[in-house]
């Protein structure tokens, strides 16, 4: 028989110290047993809702501090390219698990960013703050299209993909072959004093509370003269 003696950070049982006693008689009455816990395994329910397991527990997440790279880690986790935050979803119930989460956006699950596992009564959530979310399947979340008004001028239009990406506080920093040219919160633009017959790079940089959240260009060309 096999004794195991491990530290608890091996990768494998047979990384841990381990010493052969045949003193015993054994049989399957004392096979080894275990439970195993894969604590960060998340669920995105219908109403939008984000449960997070952990110690074999399914519980909400709370939106206290809860960021845009908060919802990008969350989503690529689940599989997809990137999230967005939307309006907050009907109080669940059972466990808050997650509180204070913080990521920077780079980590790849919500457990390797800084947060408080809730082990008993929550610090500062209850759920009515139950993080809500959507997670987009790979795009750029926004296109653009540019009409060409006449020699001098370009109309710029700004639709978003995922309708559940706007914010109110979203600002668009706008550019022409690379050159900054305006900051708005317009989607609508007529650019004016531009050469005739002549192809422009428009770019559209997305920010929100001063991180850019999307990124799209277009090339266009104004109106020759006849």
Request: aromatic letters at 10%; proline letters at 3%.
């Amino acid at each position: 028989m096999l004794e195991f003696q491990c530290a608890g950070n091996e990768t494998s049982l047979l990384d841990c110290a381990y010493r052969i006693n045949n003193s015993y008689l054994c049989t399957y009455s004392v096979d080894a047993s275990v439970i195993c816990y894969k604590d960060g395994l998340l669920e995105l329910m219908q109403d939008g809702s984000l449960m997070i397991q952990i110690n074999d527990k399914w519980g909400r997440i709370c939106d206290i501090s809860w960021t845009l790279s908060d919802a990008d880690v969350a989503c690529r986790q689940l599989g997809y390219s990137r999230g967005a935050i939307y309006a907050h979803v009907l109080p669940g119930k059972g466990w808050i698990n997650l509180e204070q989460v913080d990521c920077t956006g780079e980590e790849a699950t919500l457990l390797d960013c800084s947060a408080y596992p809730v082990s008993g009564t929550p610090i500062l959530c209850n759920h009515g703050n139950d993080v809500a979310l959507e997670c987009s399947p790979g795009y750029d979340g926004i296109t653009l299209a540019a009409l060409s008004n006449d020699h001098h001028s370009l109309m710029l239009y700004i639709a978003f993909t995922d309708i559940r990406a706007t914010n109110e506080n979203m600002t668009f920093d706008i550019k022409i072959d690379g050159l900054p040219w305006r900051q708005s919160r317009s989607c609508k633009h007529v650019i004016e004093d531009l050469e005739s017959d002549t192809e422009y790079e428009l770019t559209v940089e997305v920010y929100l509370d001063k991180t850019l959240y999307y990124n799209s260009s277009i090339m266009t060309r104004t109106k020759p003269f006849s």
